[in-house]
């Protein structure tokens, strides 16, 4: 899994754990994947993550549910059951975004593992084209 460290415009954030290699323009991530963003305290009240649910995820499962924290505060579960991009969409509760950091970690409800020799977990596969895939907004 790799670290690496994206800026956009409004948005200082980092890959930290839970990120395969790049593959053209996107990443897969494993079950449980993870974003730092530095953001002024307070100013933080929603976040945007677009995603894709390939239809290999759901061959083997009849949906993904994809839930949030941050800062440790859980957010609601959202469940996929179409193939496709999809954008999961929370308010950050006021409390957790106290901090200059936000840590916004995610987990899938499902594991999705290749076939050998691949031996990695997965979880769902991000976009890194036009735009950073998560913003967190006010």
């Known amino acids: ?3 690496s460290r994206m800026v956009d415009l409004d948005l200082d954030a980092r890959l930290t754990e ?18 730092v963003v530095r953001t002024p ?11 894709l649910v390939p239809d290999v995820i759901l ?18 579960a959202h469940t996929y059951s179409t193939a496709g991009e999809h954008v999961y969409e929370e308010k950050i509760p006021p409390a ?13 409800s499902n594991v999705t593992r290749p076939a050998a020799p691949d031996t990695r977990e997965l979880g769902v596969f991000v976009p890194f084209d036009a735009w950073f895939p998560l913003i967190v907004s006010q």
Do not use: C, D, M
Not at 18 to 32: C, D, K, L
Not at 62 to 74: C, E, I, K
Not at 96 to 108: D, G, R, Y
């Open 1 to 3: 899994l790799l670290e």
């Open 18 to 35: 839970g990120w395969h290699g790049q593959e053209g323009t996107f990443r897969w991530t494993a079950p449980r994947f993870t974003f």
């Open 41 to 51: 305290p307070e100013q933080a009240s929603e976040l945007h993550l677009r995603f």
């Open 59 to 76: 061959a083997s499962h009849p949906s993904l549910t994809l839930t949030a924290h941050v800062n440790g505060y859980r957010l609601p």
């Open 96 to 108: 957790a975004a106290k901090q200059e950091t936000l840590e916004i970690t995610f987990e899938t």
